[in-house]
């Protein structure tokens, strides 16, 4: 076997006249070195039943480049290679057997991806070894995965190919990976994911024929675990296949004076271990692995745990050490008997039956979260839809007394409205696949026109508003769900399900400002989401609902017998269960040479505010301010806001909401979040992002379903052209 360049060495020539007499001689180097079109060693090689595959030399070099990769090794090599099959490239990977070994020939320098053609074929040719023809499978490749020299440390094809492919040669258990490329040889001990493991793949670099680049001769300090052997001298390797259990590698380093040194010798040992009345025959020891490869050996045979495991034989004396070479042991032959004393890890019976994925029903692996939860497949515009449906899915005392409604569809588009919604998100949730919502679609058009609305120049169904459709859809469960459900008890003061889990009672409060003669008027309000208005200085969430619950309105005074300024104060006197905030990011602006609408609900732009503009603040207010910060000096800007949101929602209501407890103090966790992203609300994408568990979230855009994190949250919060929180929904949290 030789690995490495074939230009302006001697130990390459060298070694050409012992492979005369081998079975096979691998020759898997830079041999036709296209960036200079050498051809001396290709000329050599001909004269030898040789098997090649392609280095980074074989590229063509970039003066060349209306020429394609790999020319002039595809014309001087002709490897065996399936013509018929479609995912071949010819010589840049192929198989072939030799005596009871499978060889594989790979390239990092063609895609390795899983949806690549290499992939693909790779696991067909892995499919196909017959281990009771060929009990050795082999893989080379010009590339190391693992290499511990400091040259091409984290060489990109090479590390990318490990990613892509290191399960799958772990997978199906490849017993071998012969690698180039660093001028220097190394061998590993049995690995998989950098940790030496007894089921592992050895692998080797040996690049170390010859180059006019030289030697690559400083290593990493210290030694990797997984390394057992390195030296970086001109040498070349042996692969000896004794039978079907056992084989060597052998490593020479090349003298110009005399014969080549033997240095490295993998060696294995077959021995038997007796443990109590049991006894396990033909266990194949790695006399150069640490005796902590051996004890993982007998640990995966017996389940005695490695700090249990004591070990006699006469191959040395009283216990075995752990510090004790096995390579020096002359009497650990083939046969040599061993003695595990040691008990056995008792395995608890698990407290609950184990069920396996593949026995599971589709519903059985929706309801366990063994999978993504499903999405909603996009009917023509409905991402706003399907971003809404998705906010309200974790309420489950929504969904709960959803189930409890009487099927069947009837002349009520109530009924049938909320039936074709029970049916969808039980559906949703016994399917692992995005469903399509076709029936509630269509109930959704027929029961209300204008979310059937066609665009005339295109004829598709228009996008619309999300906070238009939940309004549609409280407004109709609204009168089927009125009885209580999921856990409530009751209903309270209201009257259905979707005011007793998002109603609030809203106070407000009429003062004339012009005279004190004039009774205030007072007037309850019912709403299902509070309002965060955003002007140029708006920054945080209090701030929003101030402008909302304070201001003032032009009104009639009796007393004065005229229109007078009347301040407006707008205070909660119930909280829900589950809080909804819209952020009013849109607008309507008139656009009367439009044909779809007399105006467009455009987004808001936060621009700077211009010369000179005067603040409306009056000197008592900046009073009131400054005793306030007074009050949160020493806060964080979070606590802050914290608190300003609170004063601004008048928390001291006399009683909680609805299956509030009594103590509840006005604290909610944001669970959802839906967002927008274009420049207004009939146009653009809706999404839904909704929280799993604690950091945990997923992100929906339509059927398309992924994970993310509570950073990804926080960059909803608006500015430029990203997605931007629209709607936010809260749970109360005591």
Same mark, same amino acid.
């Not at 180097?29 to 090649?52: F, I, K, N």
């Not at 490990?162 to 799958?168: L, P, Y």
């Not at 056992?246 to 021995?271: P, R």
């Not at 007072?522 to 920054?539: P, R, S």
């Given at each position: 076997?030789?690995?490495?360049?074939?230009?302006?060495?001697?130990?390459? *020539?060298?070694?050409?006249?012992?492979?005369?007499?081998?079975?096979?001689?691998?020759?898997?180097?830079?041999?036709?070195?296209?960036?200079?079109?050498?051809?001396?060693? *290709?000329?050599?090689?001909?004269?030898?039943?040789?098997?090649?595959?392609?280095?980074?030399?074989?590229?063509?070099?970039?003066?060349?480049?209306?020429?394609?990769?790999?020319?002039?090794?595809?014309?001087?090599?002709?490897?065996?290679?399936?013509?018929?099959?479609?995912?071949?490239?010819?010589?840049?990977?192929?198989?072939?057997?030799?005596?009871?070994?499978?060889?594989?020939?790979?390239?990092?320098?063609?895609?390795?991806?899983?949806?690549?053609?290499?992939?693909?074929?790779?696991?067909?040719?892995?499919?196909?070894?017959?281990?009771?023809?060929?009990?050795?499978?082999?893989?080379?490749?010009?590339?190391?995965?693992?290499?511990?020299?400091?040259?091409?440390?984290?060489?990109?094809?090479?590390?990318?190919?490990?990613?892509?492919?290191?399960?799958?040669?772990?997978?199906?258990?490849?017993?071998?990976?012969?690698?180039?490329?660093?001028?220097?040889?190394?061998?590993?001990?049995?690995?998989?994911?950098?940790?030496?493991?007894?089921?592992?793949?050895?692998?080797?670099?040996?690049?170390?024929?010859?180059?006019?680049?030289?030697?690559?001769?400083?290593?990493?300090?210290?030694?990797?675990?997984?390394?057992?052997?390195?030296?970086?001298?001109?040498?070349?390797?042996?692969?000896?296949?004794?039978?079907?259990?056992?084989?060597?590698?052998?490593?020479?380093?090349?003298?110009?004076?005399?014969?080549?040194?033997?240095?490295?010798?993998? +060696?294995?040992?077959?021995?038997?271990?007796?443990?109590?009345?049991?006894?396990?025959?033909?266990?194949?020891?790695?006399?150069?692995?640490?005796?902590?490869?051996?004890?993982?050996?007998?640990?995966?045979?017996?389940?005695?745990?490695?700090?249990?495991?004591?070990?006699?034989?006469?191959?040395?004396?009283?216990?075995?050490?752990?510090?004790?070479?096995?390579?020096?042991?002359?009497?650990?032959?083939?046969?040599?008997?061993?003695?595990?004393?040691?008990?056995?890890?008792?395995?608890?019976?698990?407290?609950?039956?184990?069920?396996?994925?593949?026995? +599971?029903?589709?519903?059985?692996?929706?309801?366990?979260?063994?999978?993504?939860?499903?999405?909603?497949?996009?009917?023509?515009?409905?991402?706003?839809?399907?971003?809404?449906?998705?906010?309200?899915?974790?309420? @489950?005392?929504?969904?709960?007394?959803?189930?409890?409604? $009487?099927?069947?569809? *009837?002349?009520?588009?109530?009924?049938?409205?909320?039936?074709?919604?029970?049916?969808?998100?039980?559906?949703?949730?016994?399917?692992?696949?995005?469903?399509? $919502?076709?029936?509630?679609?269509?109930?959704?058009?027929?029961?209300?026109?204008?979310?059937?609305?066609?665009?005339?120049?295109?004829?598709?169904?228009?996008?619309?508003?999300?906070?238009?459709?939940? *309004?549609?859809?409280?407004?109709?469960?609204?009168?089927?769900?009125?009885?209580?459900?999921?856990?409530?008890?009751?209903?309270?003061?209201?009257?259905?399900?979707?005011?007793?889990?998002?109603?609030?009672?809203?106070?407000?409060?009429?003062?004339?400002?012009?005279?004190?003669?004039?009774?205030?008027?007072?007037?309850?309000?019912?709403?299902?989401?509070?309002?965060?208005?955003?002007?140029?200085?708006?920054?945080?969430?209090?701030?929003?609902?101030?402008?909302?619950?304070?201001?003032?309105?032009?009104?009639?005074?009796?007393?004065?017998?005229?229109?007078?300024?009347?301040?407006?104060?707008?205070?909660?006197?119930?909280?829900?269960?589950?809080?909804?905030?819209?952020?009013?990011?849109?607008?309507?602006?008139?656009?009367?040479?439009?044909?779809?609408?007399?105006?467009?609900?455009?987004?808001?732009?936060?621009?700077?505010?211009?010369?000179?503009?005067?603040?409306?603040?009056?000197?008592?207010?900046?009073?009131?301010?400054?005793?306030?910060?007074?009050?949160?000096?020493?806060?964080?800007?979070?606590?802050?806001?914290?608190?300003?949101?609170?004063?601004?929602?008048?928390?001291?209501?006399?009683?909680?909401?609805?299956?509030?407890?009594?103590?509840?103090?006005?604290?909610?966790?944001?669970?959802?979040?839906?967002?927008?992203?274009?420049?207004?609300?009939?146009?653009?994408?809706?999404?839904?992002?909704?929280?799993? @568990?604690?950091?945990?979230?997923?992100?929906?855009?339509?059927?398309?379903?992924?994970?993310?994190?509570?950073?990804?949250?926080?960059?909803?919060?608006?500015?430029?052209?990203?997605?931007?929180?629209?709607?936010?929904?809260?749970?109360?949290?005591?």
């Amino acid at each position: 076997i030789n690995r490495g360049g074939t230009d302006g060495a001697s130990s390459w *020539s060298r070694c050409l006249p012992g492979c005369h007499g081998k079975e096979q001689a691998l020759f898997t180097v830079d041999a036709t070195d296209a960036s200079s079109l050498t051809s001396g060693s *290709s000329r050599r090689l001909v004269m030898l039943r040789r098997m090649v595959s392609a280095g980074n030399h074989e590229k063509e070099h970039p003066c060349q480049a209306k020429v394609s990769k790999f020319v002039a090794y595809q014309v001087r090599f002709r490897m065996p290679y399936d013509r018929a099959n479609r995912l071949q490239r010819r010589n840049l990977y192929y198989g072939f057997r030799v005596g009871l070994v499978h060889f594989i020939i790979l390239t990092p320098y063609v895609d390795s991806s899983p949806t690549s053609l290499q992939y693909q074929w790779l696991e067909e040719e892995l499919v196909r070894v017959d281990r009771s023809v060929t009990p050795w499978v082999v893989v080379i490749m010009h590339g190391p995965w693992y290499n511990s020299n400091t040259a091409h440390q984290g060489s990109e094809p090479h590390m990318v190919m490990k990613k892509n492919m290191e399960d799958i040669l772990y997978r199906y258990k490849v017993d071998l990976a012969i690698a180039g490329h660093v001028h220097a040889y190394e061998r590993s001990y049995p690995v998989y994911k950098e940790t030496a493991q007894s089921d592992g793949t050895v692998y080797v670099v040996l690049g170390d024929a010859g180059n006019r680049e030289g030697l690559a001769p400083t290593y990493i300090d210290p030694q990797p675990a997984w390394s057992a052997y390195r030296q970086a001298d001109y040498g070349y390797a042996l692969l000896n296949v004794l039978n079907r259990t056992h084989a060597s590698v052998e490593w020479f380093e090349d003298q110009a004076q005399g014969d080549a040194i033997l240095h490295d010798s993998k +060696m294995t040992a077959n021995v038997s271990v007796k443990w109590g009345k049991q006894v396990f025959k033909d266990v194949a020891v790695d006399k150069t692995a640490p005796v902590a490869v051996l004890k993982a050996q007998l640990y995966a045979l017996t389940s005695v745990p490695v700090e249990r495991q004591k070990l006699m034989s006469k191959a040395w004396k009283g216990m075995l050490k752990d510090d004790v070479d096995l390579s020096a042991l002359d009497k650990l032959v083939d046969g040599t008997g061993l003695m595990l004393m040691g008990s056995a890890e008792v395995v608890q019976k698990p407290k609950e039956p184990v069920v396996f994925l593949e026995d +599971m029903t589709s519903k059985d692996i929706a309801a366990a979260g063994a999978v993504y939860p499903a999405g909603l497949v996009n009917l023509g515009n409905t991402c706003y839809m399907n971003a809404t449906l998705q906010c309200l899915r974790p309420v @489950k005392e929504l969904r709960e007394s959803l189930k409890v409604q $009487p099927g069947g569809m *009837s002349g009520d588009l109530a009924n049938n409205f909320t039936t074709a919604l029970r049916d969808m998100y039980m559906q949703l949730d016994n399917s692992v696949d995005s469903i399509t $919502p076709a029936l509630f679609v269509s109930v959704l058009r027929r029961a209300y026109p204008q979310f059937a609305q066609q665009s005339p120049r295109g004829g598709g169904f228009m996008q619309q508003d999300s906070e238009e459709f939940l *309004s549609t859809l409280f407004s109709t469960l609204q009168q089927s769900l009125t009885q209580p459900a999921g856990g409530l008890k009751s209903l309270g003061p209201t009257s259905n399900m979707v005011d007793a889990l998002f109603g609030m009672e809203m106070n407000e409060t009429f003062e004339c400002g012009e005279t004190d003669m004039e009774t205030a008027v007072v007037k309850k309000e019912k709403a299902w989401k509070l309002v965060c208005n955003i002007t140029i200085e708006t920054n945080h969430l209090s701030e929003g609902i101030k402008i909302v619950s304070t201001g003032t309105v032009d009104k009639h005074s009796e007393v004065l017998g005229r229109n007078a300024t009347w301040k407006k104060t707008l205070r909660i006197n119930r909280l829900p269960k589950y809080l909804c905030v819209q952020f009013m990011r849109f607008y309507w602006k008139a656009t009367p040479e439009s044909r779809d609408h007399t105006g467009v609900k455009c987004k808001m732009l936060r621009q700077k505010p211009a010369a000179g503009a005067e603040k409306a603040d009056e000197a008592e207010e900046k009073k009131e301010e400054a005793e306030e910060d007074d009050a949160m000096e020493g806060l964080s800007e979070e606590d802050k806001a914290a608190l300003e949101t609170a004063r601004a929602l008048s928390m001291g209501a006399k009683s909680p909401g609805i299956e509030l407890p009594i103590d509840f103090q006005g604290n909610y966790e944001l669970y959802a979040i839906l967002t927008h992203k274009g420049r207004s609300a009939d146009s653009g994408h809706y999404m839904a992002w909704v929280r799993h @568990k604690g950091d945990d979230w997923f992100c929906y855009d339509d059927d398309d379903v992924s994970p993310c994190k509570t950073e990804d949250i926080m960059k909803l919060k608006g500015g430029g052209d990203w997605h931007m929180a629209y709607l936010a929904f809260y749970r109360a949290k005591n």
